[in-house]
């Protein structure tokens, strides 16, 4: 039997007659049958924040990481400050969605937030780069529970039709952390220290644990017997970890033919293929087969696999481009960058407005994702002198329209999802979105790599280029292009150009994947209840 969620009965009136929601206010338009919006805001109150201490988490930290390098005298492996946050997270979180399904979302949040509070602290006292990859890998493990039961939460007290009106808030807390992370980071560094971009996680922490184990009390769960499926968490671990390695090390660490990136490759695909073979045998799944036999399941985590990947290929793409390209320095090109960002949470919010309205999300993916494509055509045709009318507008198309469809794909899954799959089925979602965002920052900064070095042997020169010392280049430091005659400086220049012209490209392409996806996908109407109303998805179990 499936966990069931039941929300406490609304506040009586003098005398003990209860208190009916009047047909047409605005609660009684707003909430879904069994909740009020004083109590979505009660929930939502603790998720935002937990939105907010894991999406700061994952910007305030780069200003830091020269510095983190200097102190701890750790310059080789300075990539694994972030890996190691990523691999843990996005493994983590198709298991915890598995778990808040059987036993509940305040059960596995408030741990989640202990271990990313706790983690923190070690982070800022660690003495070693040793001691602090481990620490931000138990950071990751933390961080992927307060995203996958933040959105499950949402699904248990908001009905689909009215969720995307919510996921504004969620996303509004996105575009606070990619806009204050930097500028926060580098001022905690540059004035205090870097320990101190962790230690500012504590008090946010509690905060959120407070509000979340006070607004996540209205849900009551019933949990039900299940086995965990131990074997199916660790196929499933190692294979995105294999898989993340690769994109990680390939081209950078280790060639694309060597050894080691050809068995990360075989290895993720030997676990991934069991991995698919024991979940059709096993009793009760971490991944359920049942959830991948809807059209719209499938489609939908497939979208939000290319949306993510458009939307950190730009984000990786735009500040190089502007330093690289354009020539501005480190700090005006964090600025510039602020309209892609700022797009991107207004057409969250415009999202969930259109969603409640129609009570459908394919046609708003559709267009989301035709504008975003646009936008990287657009890119592809700026160069060093085009108007920045024109960067503007790629940024703004690419932005807006990501930002339309990052939350009306979340809401279709979870419109899909049984009642008792919603966990599992978002962390399923999360998941695909991680990786694509991981396969989109690679492959662009792998492309931009080789057509720089490529650039680098036709121009005949002999010395090494580094292509990050060309990025400072305007900042003070020495001109790493200073001894190369005109000729062949404009020919290194214009390979570099090639190499964002082609990442731009490449970005659109399979943005018209996307696209391509999207409008074979089936238009199903929203529910009007939440999960927790237990109203059967009319999407469940459709498999065309």
């Known amino acids: 039997m499936s966990s069931t969620a039941r929300p406490h009965p609304p506040a009586p009136l003098p005398g003990g007659a209860a208190r009916p929601a009047p047909a047409g206010t605005p609660a009684a338009a707003e909430a879904p049958a069994g909740f009020t919006h004083a109590q979505i805001m009660q929930v939502i109150g603790g998720i935002v924040l937990c939105i907010l201490l894991a999406a700061l988490d994952q910007t305030v930290v780069i200003p830091a990481v020269p510095a983190i390098a200097a102190d701890l005298n750790g310059f080789g492996h300075l990539s694994w400050i972030v890996t190691a946050y990523l691999l843990t997270s996005t493994a983590a979180t198709p298991i915890y969605g598995k778990l808040s399904d059987i036993y509940g ?49 949402i699904a248990d007290v908001v009905s689909p039709r009215e969720r995307g009106r919510y996921q504004g808030y969620m996303a509004s ?75 990680s090390w390939g081209g950078n ?23 698919f073979w024991h979940e059709r045998r096993d009793a009760d799944p971490l991944l359920p087969p049942r959830i991948f036999r809807s059209n719209v399941f499938v489609r939908g985590i497939l979208i939000a696999f290319f949306a993510s990947l458009g939307l950190f290929g730009a984000t990786f793409l735009l500040p190089l481009f502007l330093q690289l390209v354009r020539g501005t320095d480190a700090s005006l090109s964090g600025l510039l960058v602020i309209p892609f960002l700022l797009t991107n949470v207004f057409g969250a919010f415009t999202a969930g407005r259109i969603i409640k309205r129609l009570g459908r999300t394919r046609g708003l993916v559709l267009a989301g994702l035709s504008t975003s494509a646009l936008g990287f055509v657009a890119l592809v045709m700026v160069g060093a002198t085009t108007p920045w009318a024109v960067l503007l507008l790629g940024m703004v198309l690419v932005g807006g329209g990501i930002g339309l469809t990052l939350p009306s794909t979340l809401v279709t899954v979870q419109n899909a999802a049984e009642r008792r799959d919603v966990g599992v089925a978002t962390g399923t979602m999360l998941f695909l979105r991680s990786m694509g965002g991981a396969f989109g920052s690679t492959v662009v900064g792998a492309i931009l790599a080789l057509r720089f070095s490529d650039a680098v042997a036709a121009a005949g020169v002999t010395r090494a280029l580094d ?22 400086r404009a020919q290194v220049l214009e390979g570099l150009l090639s190499g964002f012209h082609l990442s731009f490209a490449l970005c659109a392409g399979l943005t018209v994947v996307g696209v391509v996806i999207a409008a074979g996908m089936r238009d199903i109407p929203l529910r009007t209840s939440s999960a927790a109303a237990g109203e059967a998805p009319q999407a469940a179990a459709i498999g065309h």
């Open 467 to 488: 292509l990050g010392a060309l990025r400072h280049g305007g900042t003070g430091a020495a001109d790493p292009l200073a001894g190369l005659d005109a000729a062949a």
């Open 173 to 247: 807390m996105w575009g606070i952390a990619s806009i204050a992370g930097p500028i926060v980071g580098g001022f905690v560094t540059d004035h205090l220290s870097w320990r101190w971009v962790f230690w500012i996680n504590l008090p946010i922490g509690l905060a959120a644990m407070w509000l979340s184990n006070r607004g996540l009390r209205i849900l009551k769960v019933q949990r039900r017997q299940a086995r965990i499926d131990y074997l199916g968490a660790a196929l499933l671990t190692t294979g995105v970890t294999a898989a993340l390695l690769l994109l």
């Open 253 to 275: 660490e280790y060639a694309w033919s060597s050894p080691t990136i050809l068995g990360l490759a075989a290895l993720a695909a030997a676990m991934f293929a069991i991995l």
């Open 105 to 153: 979302r305040r059960a596995l949040l408030l741990p989640a937030l202990a271990l990313f509070i706790v983690s923190s602290v070690l982070c800022a006292l660690s003495q070693s780069l040793f001691q602090l990859i481990i620490f931000r890998a138990l950071q990751g493990l933390g961080g992927a529970g307060l995203m996958s039961m933040a959105q499950a939460a």
